[in-house]
């Protein structure tokens, strides 16, 4: 579905529904070039907003209550405004996540009726859940609170929702990424800091394209949170608040007093910091097959060391060596999804037809293939005329 398809079916739904006319807001998924795993770490990341939303149509209702229909799941839910009010059903809790973590901040929010849907694919990577978060943080932000919430806090605000909601112990990128998202720039943050940057971002000989392998990944399930529990030891026994703080000679020094395991995730992490800035003074000198070198090498770190890659990752990663791709990785939390490639304009084809054919004929189903668009984050689509 486009995103325009996606708007008229939200409106009419909507009348349907409610009757009449709502704001209609949308906020987007996310790629993410290099620095994985780094956010929670106090480290860089290097996201930005794609060309692929949730979208949802949001009108104050007057009551204490919020009534939301998901399209998508085809599924109708309707919930309280206070703590024990809290929805039963996983997609509605990051709707109720949002309202509570607002109004702990001291903001408003008041009932709502809502209709929503997105095309950003789920269990890609892609950050669907920091999407939605972030398209009605944004909106209830604009409905209730005149925009006084600055946007760092409603990018806070929908990981605590993660935190606090729905079990997973995420950094700050996914979100910050749908919030700040801008067309055709990708964007540095330092997590530790919150200062970002803009780059623009418009190879003129190089484009980025994702492979979805459909494998899905929960990170609810996964041991994402035991990766970071891992990296928050490491940073303890060395007596720092983060790895951002940490080198290979920290890490060397202490490698006797912890696990193994705990030694390979923390070297990943140092290597990853240094890769980041590799690669943002390669962007600035347009070297891309530098940037590419990197992006290989935060594969091999994600596989090996991190280990949150899987079979079918690992062969997407292998194929695109073999045909020249220029970097090709794992991207987002891992344990499935997409891998992001940069390759040369003039191989797009060739590699497009020969990763699907030679994935399917090893593992009998198809990856889907995105071209990445960079694109804006959240935002008004359209404001209902006043009543
Ligand atoms: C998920 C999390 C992010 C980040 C990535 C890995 O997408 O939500 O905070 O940790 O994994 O880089």
């Not at 091999?300 to 990785?329: H, I, P």
Request: charged letters at 30%; a negative charge; hydrophobic letters at 35%.
């Amino acid at each position: 579905m486009t995103t325009e398809e996606m708007q008229k079916r939200i409106e009419k739904e909507f009348a349907d529904r409610f009757g009449g006319e709502a704001n209609v807001y949308a906020s987007a998924g996310r790629i993410n070039l290099i620095g994985e795993h780094t956010d929670y770490n106090g480290g860089f990341v290097f996201p930005g907003a794609i060309d692929k939303v949730i979208m949802a149509a949001i009108r104050p209702n007057g009551m204490e209550k919020v009534r939301v229909f998901s399209i998508d799941i085809d599924e109708y839910v309707e919930f309280g405004l206070g703590e024990a009010d809290a929805p039963k059903e996983s997609w509605a809790r990051y709707i109720f996540g949002i309202c509570r973590e607002i109004q702990k901040r001291g903001g408003d929010v008041k009932g709502f009726d809502t209709v929503f849907a997105g095309n950003v694919p789920l269990g890609a990577g892609l950050s669907s859940s920091a999407a939605l978060e972030s398209c009605y943080a944004f909106a209830l932000n604009d409905l209730f609170n005149g925009n006084k919430i600055d946007k760092f806090e409603l990018a806070k605000i929908g990981q605590s929702t993660e935190h606090n909601y729905c079990g997973v112990n995420c950094g700050i990128m996914d979100q910050f990424a749908s919030v700040f998202g801008r067309k055709g720039h990708l964007m540095r943050l330092d997590c530790r800091s919150l200062e970002h940057e803009y780059f623009p971002f418009n190879p003129e000989d190089y484009s980025l394209v994702l492979v979805d392998s459909r494998v899905k990944h929960e990170l609810k399930d996964s041991p994402y949170n035991k990766r970071r529990e891992s990296c928050e030891r490491v940073a303890k026994k060395l007596g720092i608040e983060t790895l951002r703080d940490a080198d290979m000679d920290d890490l060397n020094r202490i490698k006797s007093d912890i696990t193994a395991e705990d030694y390979l995730r923390a070297k990943y992490v140092i290597g990853e910091k240094e890769r980041v800035l590799a690669v943002c003074d390669a962007l600035n000198a347009g070297d891309y097959e530098t940037v590419g070198k990197k992006m290989y090498e935060t594969h091999e770190g994600l596989s090996k060391d991190y280990e949150v890659s899987c079979v079918e990752l690992d062969f997407l990663n292998d194929v695109a060596k073999e045909l020249g791709v220029t970097g090709s990785r794992i991207m987002g939390g891992g344990f499935g999804g997409c891998t992001i490639n940069l390759l040369r304009n003039d191989l797009h084809d060739k590699f497009v037809k020969e990763v699907t054919a030679r994935f399917n004929e090893k593992y009998g189903h198809e990856p889907m293939i995105y071209d990445v668009v960079i694109s804006d984050g959240a935002r008004l689509v359209k404001e209902a005329p006043k009543a």
